[in-house]
């Protein structure tokens, strides 16, 4: 279809800020008055704080109040606390502190004693499941979703077999096929067991947080990726009306799913303004956003996988257990067992788990959250059976690739659109697949030639929230948006379909955004990939009401029916007869005096309280186009991505240079082209990062991590990525969006990591190292020869 | 535990060398010299170190730039890494050290990072940066040195009590070249080989070099003994930029009739100290600079390593350098 804006190239209504540096984030807000807050973290992995002395911090000049535990809202467990008398993690938030400045709060933090009462602790969960093993919450050492938690111990019979991984009792089950009978048809099996690390989400823009209240309204400035659904669950942790706080989080220095809504910490400059009766400003540092930041769930598992002659995966079976952190985490065990079952589509499969407590930081969704671990343990597992079944790298993928007819997870439910194969196929064509696999394994020197590539998946779409649209007496269109801003401009890409349906110029278009008292509509989080289809859905009702409105509008005026008319050039037209027009600043206008539906005096019924009391608040402005995304949507909606690595690497030294990196989304119809780039070139340099840079480091007998700062962590730099990357689409519209669009942000990493492990283990010759990240450590040891210095599923060691 | 805030200090700016050691005298052990700030700053916002007063020598002209002596050249201690990574005059007679220097840390670190600074710092030991009370902290323990240690960064040799490695880039290659340290206080001024300049836990385990409150580096002395010889430097760590050494390896050479007639090797990020390779040197004396003698040489090189839980890579590591290191000079 030919639009007119749909997958052109623009420009950002915020780039210009953040270029020059005018953009504000949470931080760079200030208020008459304001004073800071610290937070004192715990030293212990597990305690019972006994007492806390703060006489002497109280005493000096420029303190001015204490919260803790005891001064805010409780969260039900294993829910991670706004603060806490129970650590369970190093880092764990005990109290804040505000003062005049942060220096003096940090002075009194230091004159805080703590007596902790010290219990108990684990950093592995397979210890934590052994029989007698350390519970790392006293209440149990599995999380159940329905009762909280749980204490499930394996035998030590569970433990025999030695350097594989233990499958004693799950927390859940779920399969689908005749298992049994795929592994007797099949003539290899793939059996391994396998590590995938942690990851600290280490965003950029830590999440620091300011507050104040001014006539019983509660203003927040925060460091988010989304804005109405933030602004709800704020307001629930704060335990004050929705219309009585105002949100404003304009942009976002990165958040990678650690940011997707309200996080308990971020009540504390609310609650503390409340306290002290001042303007509060909590900046979080480097080190406390490794602590609260949120890292991605590492696994320990087994996978067995099982192939007929032609490659075809007749049977696969997978056990994942999840480390979970201290606290709720989030549900990547789960969404890997999907993943495999769409992604490979297996004839029959089995999916077994256990999310399994340790005392270690707060887990929860980081981009591809399960989706992109089990790609870096599946993928290079693809290689090893091709290899063996002497079937090509990239066959392999093509034959079990899936389809529009494809199922997804434990209920085998359809999907909106899938073409995985016609990624494959650009993508082998844009690389020069049969070129590069004849130089795979060429040794020059002490450098070898290693090739692969990456599949991955995410779902990328939801439904059922609500579009808001006005048309000014100006002649303006205002898109109301509040979604967020991530950092994507995605908010604006998507909002572009609204002016696509009223033929709108788009210099006449004002994104309205980044501030509740902007009167945004109830809309989806920003995360889970999902922004381009759901946004697109909700500008598009929106769009399509207020297009019925002008013509009804024009109708009225010029004669005829709605029907006789459709939208050109900002203004209502007569099909037929061309004189009789009306332009949209004179339809906002009449919009405004007819009152009622058109301009916001009536709502529908079905949208939600926020987009009512928006849509009231607009009410006489200008005619209003506001509805429910109804639209048809049935299944899930994936977006999927493949990466094509070639590598050169140095045996001696363990060090490889990216050669080619070429980039695949499948996302449906692109929106805006130069978006689409940048998340593919970007998610692979994550990508990269998570399949052999970042890690998560902590030392067993103290429970202590070693990776708080940027250096230690390691996400990847500059010069370890490749100046130049490739990208292609598959472009093909999604049935179920209005303009064919779904989501792409996650899978790009997933496919990148793989694909990156894939080719370090082609240039080692087929060396599996089962694990991720691998390390130039590894590498070394790999290459000359030498056993690997962790131990079989040890984690937390990288 | 880190805290990401400054304590309050006083806050001295002499610009005069005698000015900056009366002040270092007055405040003895409570007194810390900042330079380039790069590890300095580090250990103050962590509070894991809380010097009464800070005593910047950055205003001291005397100790910036890179001249030419008689005998060689001379480097102020406060010159950056970026100056000597793009000095011509280095560039052309010490190689080696230009291209160390331009392997620290990142673009933005070597404008604001000197010499002296990176000669200087501090070990890069996880635990002790946590502020942990280890032996190198004044304490009584080594966390890193025990049977579930996360060692994998520490040393293969010369451990005693204390498992930390040098971490500085330039320095392998300032006792490559033989390089001299000119150290001055109350006393007067006095010379130090770049090789004694550095100490192991053996020596003192508090401290990092010979330098005692009170002391400051002045500035390097290189000779013109190996000015224009064959050299070589590699830096091997997980990222290209803003990481420090696994392992490092820094040598010079001269080759008569394709002879080693002479060679200085050192290598970083397997003990305390940049470590010289004599061993290594004496084994490949003589031969010809080949495939067998980098071999020789390389199992030369990690005689006598002692791998803790998670750093046996480094031998074989160190061995790669060290062949490199003679192949390809």
New interface residues.
């Given amino acids: 279809m030919a639009y007119q804006l749909i997958g052109k190239d623009f420009t950002p209504p915020d780039v210009a800020a953040k270029v020059t540096g005018k953009a504000k984030y949470a931080e760079d807000f200030r208020a008459e008055g304001m004073v800071f807050c610290?937070l004192l973290?715990s030293?212990m992995p597990h305690a019972r704080v006994r007492n806390i002395d703060v006489s002497e911090a109280m005493k000096m000049q420029g303190v001015l109040g204490i919260l803790t535990a005891d001064d805010v809202p409780a969260l039900r467990a294993p829910n991670d606390p706004i603060l806490t008398n129970n650590p369970h993690y190093?880092?764990d938030p005990i109290l804040a502190v505000a003062a005049l400045d942060?220096?003096t709060a940090?002075?009194a933090?230091?004159k805080i004693a703590i007596d902790y009462d010290p219990l108990p602790f684990t950093l592995d969960p397979l210890e934590s499941l052994y029989p007698g093993g350390t519970n790392a919450r006293e209440e149990g050492n599995v999380r159940n979703r329905r009762s909280g938690s749980e204490t499930i111990k394996w035998t030590a019979g569970d433990f025999v077999e030695k350097d594989v991984c233990p499958t004693g009792k799950p927390a859940t089950e779920w399969s689908y096929g005749e298992v049994d009978q795929g592994f007797e048809n099949a003539k290899l099996i793939v059996d391994e067991s396998f590590v995938t690390a942690n990851n600290p989400h280490h965003s950029m823009e830590p999440r620091s947080c300011m507050a104040l209240w001014q006539n019983g309204k509660c203003f927040v400035y925060g460091a988010t990726q989304s804005q109405s659904r933030t602004a709800r669950d704020l307001a629930r942790l704060l335990k004050i009306e929705l219309g009585d706080l105002v949100y404003i989080a304009e942009h976002c220095g990165g958040g990678f799913g650690s940011k997707g809504t309200a996080y308990p910490v971020m009540a504390i400059p609310p609650l503390m303004s409340k306290k002290v009766g001042r303007p509060v400003m909590m900046r979080i540092?480097?080190?406390?956003e490794y602590f609260i930041g949120v890292a991605r769930h590492g696994f320990q598992g087994r996978i067995r996988i099982g192939f007929l002659g032609n490659g075809r995966i007749s049977a696969l079976d997978m056990y994942v257990i999840q480390e979970n952190g201290a606290y709720r985490g989030g549900g990547d065990w789960t969404a890997a067992g999907d993943a495999v079952s769409l992604v490979y589509t297996p004839e029959a499969m089995r999916f077994r788990g256990i999310p399994v407590y340790t005392n270690t930081p707060i887990r929860g969704a980081q981009r591809g959250p399960g989706q992109n671990q089990i790609a870096c343990v599946v993928e290079p597992l693809l290689d090893k059976a091709a290899e063996e079944l002497g079937i090509d790298q990239l066959a392999i993928r093509r034959i079990n690739a899936p389809d529009n007819d494809s199922k997804y997870g434990r209920r085998q439910g359809p999907v909106t659109s899938v073409y995985m194969r016609e990624a494959l196929d650009k993508g082998g064509e844009t690389f020069d697949w049969a070129g590069k696999r004849q130089k795979s394994r060429q040794r020059k020197g002490?450098k070898v030639i290693g090739v692969g590539v990456g599949q991955a998946y995410h779902s990328a779409g939801s439904s059922k929230f609500d579009g808001l649209v006005r048309l000014t007496p100006e002649g303006k269109l205002h898109i109301h948006s509040g979604v967020g801003n991530l950092g994507t401009f995605s908010h604006t890409a998507t909002s572009r379909v609204a002016a696509e349906v009223l033929t709108c110029k788009w210099e006449n278009c004002v994104i309205e955004r980044g501030d509740s008292r902007r009167h945004l509509p109830w809309n989806h989080a920003q995360w889970g990939s999902n922004t381009s289809f759901t946004m697109t859905r909700t500008n598009y009702v929106a769009a399509m009401d207020a297009k019925n409105k002008l013509l009804e509008i024009a109708a009225m005026d010029l004669g005829g029916s709605p029907d006789d008319y459709d939208l050109a050039d900002e203004r209502v037209v007569h099909k037929t007869d061309k004189s009789k027009s009306m332009g949209f600043a004179d339809a906002a206008k009449r919009a405004i005096e007819l009152g009622g539906k058109y301009d916001g005096h009536e709502a529908p019924e079905d949208i939600h309280d926020m987009t009512k009391t928006s849509v009231a608040a607009l009410a006489g402005t200008g005619l209003i186009g506001v509805a429910k995304d109804n639209l048809k949507h049935e299944g899930v909606v994936p977006a999927m991505a493949v990466g094509f690595i070639e590598i050169e690497l140095d045996l001696?030294?363990?060090?490889y240079e990216i050669l080619d990196y070429v980039g695949v989304a499948e996302c449906g119809t692109v929106l805006h082209p130069q978006g689409l780039e940048t998340q593919i070139k970007g998610g692979a340099v994550m990508g990269f990062g998570l399949a052999a840079?970042e890690r998560y480091?902590?030392?067993?007998?103290?429970g202590?991590p070693?990776n708080?700062?940027l250096?230690?962590c390691?996400p990847?730099?500059?010069?370890?990525v490749p100046s130049e990357m490739k990208t292609e689409v598959v472009d093909i519209a999604d049935p179920q969006n209005p303009v064919g669009a779904k989501g792409i942000g996650e899978p790009v990493q997933g496919c990148a990591a793989a694909a990156l492990l894939c080719a370090i283990s082609d240039a080692l010759g087929g060396h599996y190292f089962n694990r991720m990240p691998v390390?130039?450590?590894?590498i070394?040891?790999a290459?000359?020869g030498?056993?690997q210095?962790?131990k079989a599923l040890q984690v937390n060691?990288? | 535990?880190?805290?990401?805030?400054?304590?309050?200090f006083e806050l001295y700016q002499p610009t005069a060398i005698d000015h900056a050691l009366n002040l270092m005298n007055r405040y003895g052990d409570d007194g810390w010299v900042l330079a380039g700030g790069q590890d300095s700053f580090d250990w103050f916002k962590?509070?894991a170190k809380k010097p009464k007063a800070v005593i910047d020598i950055n205003g001291i002209d005397d100790l910036h730039g890179i001249r030419e002596t008689a005998d060689g050249i001379e480097i102020g201690a406060l010159t950056t890494l970026t100056e000597i990574e793009t000095s011509a005059l280095i560039k052309e007679k010490y190689g080696v050290l230009a291209d160390a220097a331009r392997h620290v840390a990142?673009p933005q670190i070597r404008n604001a990072g000197t010499i002296g600074g990176n000669v200087c710092q501090d070990t890069r030991c996880?635990?002790y940066r946590?502020g942990?009370d280890c032996y190198r902290a004044g304490g009584n323990t080594c966390?890193a040195d025990?049977p579930?240690?996360?060692d994998?960064e520490h040393c293969l040799f010369g451990a005693d009590r204390c498992i930390a490695v040098s971490p500085s880039d330039t320095a392998p290659a300032l006792v490559a070249l033989d390089a001299r340290m000119i150290v001055v206080n109350g006393d007067g001024e006095k010379e130090v080989q770049a090789e004694d300049f550095f100490i192991g836990p053996d020596v003192d385990i508090m401290r990092m070099t010979i330098l005692q409150p009170g002391d400051l580096l002045k500035s390097i002395v290189i000779p013109n003994t190996w000015a224009g010889a064959r050299f070589y430097f590699?830096k091997?760590?997980?990222?290209?930029?803003?990481?420090?050494a696994?392992v490092n390896i820094a040598s010079a050479m001269k080759v008569d009739n394709n002879a080693i007639a002479d060679i200085r090797l050192a290598c970083g990020g397997v003990a305390c100290v940049p470590m010289r390779l004599t061993v290594v040197e004496e084994v490949v004396k003589g031969s010809s600079p080949n495939g067998a003698s980098a071999d020789l040489a390389a199992s030369a090189a990690s005689r006598g390593a002692t791998p803790l839980?998670?750093?046996?890579?480094k031998?074989?590591?160190m061995e790669?350098?060290v062949?490199?290191a003679i192949r390809e000079s």
């Fill in positions: 610290r973290l030293t190093v880092g942060e220096q940090q002075d933090i230091d540092s480097r080190a406390e002490s001696e030294t363990g060090k840079l480091v902590y030392d067993p007998q103290n202590l070693a708080m700062g250096y230690q390691k990847p730099s500059y010069l370890d390390t130039t450590d590894h070394v040891n290459a000359a030498r056993e210095s962790y060691t990288v | 535990m880190l805290r990401d805030m400054m304590a309050n962590d509070r990142s996880w635990y946590y942990l966390y025990t579930e240690g996360i994998r590699e091997v760590a997980e990222r290209n930029t803003w990481d420090f696994l839980n998670y750093n046996g890579f031998i074989p590591l790669s350098l062949k490199r």
